[in-house]
């Protein structure tokens, strides 16, 4: 399946931003238009993404302080938005967690991190990942998007 990245609209805004360590993408418009066309396949629209990418220890306050979750994640989803199509988001990823489990995983950091991107982005557009059968689907929505990020 392809995808004419041309089309897609520029209405809504996809922001990254780092809290607690230096990291940025290297290529933001290509993962910016990546991202609306996962959303646009999946027949939602974006209003406002952000990205907040941050350390363990961050992520961690974040996860206790909201969620009461005393535990280490990669991402943490807060939908903004009371739509169901038309999406808003604060993306928090941890850039210690990408870096642990490319490591386990044996993948290059690259394509954990868009693995983990994109998995907040479909949580956003209504795939769960809490039973086997959820995270089957997840996984396989996950690596069809993977195959659609345009090559640098």
Known sequence: MSFDFEDLPLSDEIHFESEDTGFSLTHPDVFRDWIRATVVREGKSLDVFTFIFC???YLHKVNV??????TYTDIITFPLSDSDTRL???IFISIDRIKENARSFNVPF??????V????VLHLCGYGDKTETEKEEMRSKEEEAIALFPAS
Request: charged share 45%; no cysteine; aromatic share 4%.
């Open 55 to 57: 350390s363990d220890e």
């Open 65 to 70: 302080e909201y969620l009461q979750h005393d």
């Open 88 to 90: 808003e988001s604060d």
């Open 110 to 115: 690259e394509h954990e991190l868009k693995r």
């Open 117 to 120: 991107i994109i998995h907040g």
